[in-house]
Nanobody, 115 residues
Framework: QVQLVESGGGLVQPGGSLKLSCSSS????????MGWYRQAPGKEREMVAT???????NYADSVKGRFTISRDGAKKRIDLQMNNLKPEDTAVYYC?????????WGQGIPVTAAS
């Protein structure tokens, strides 16, 4: 079973930066797509950023220009660099990986942007 472990969350002031990392138990190129989702209190889980096996990235409109997804195959890891964080970015962030019809999720890590 695939294991995904997130790290790097925490509390940051609005305008600040955080970097999330997701370490995979499997070779990340095994997956068709990996990425990040988030869920804020009282809201549905939403896509933040994804990267497919070919390296093509996709971002939610709300984070374009502020967040960057990247990957390191040797470390079996994907990262999410988050800059200019806003209070509305506050949520639990989940790492996600899919191969064919099988989807795996990390346990989630909280990110709070507040003064």
């Amino acid at each position: 079973q695939v294991q995904l472990v997130e790290s790097g969350g925490g509390l940051v002031q609005p305008g600040g930066s955080l970097k999330l990392s997701c370490s995979s138990s499997e070779n990340i190129f095994f997956f068709n797509v990996m990425g990040w989702y988030r869920q804020a209190p009282g809201k549905e889980r939403e896509m933040v950023a994804t990267i497919n096996v070919g390296g093509v990235t996709n971002y939610a409109d709300s984070v374009k220009g502020r967040f960057t997804i990247s990957r390191d195959g040797a470390k079996k890891r994907i990262d999410l660099q988050m800059n200019n964080l806003k209070p509305e970015d506050t949520a639990v962030y989940y790492c996600y990986a899919r191969v064919a019809s099988r989807t795996s999720w990390g346990q989630g890590i909280p990110v709070t942007a507040a003064s």
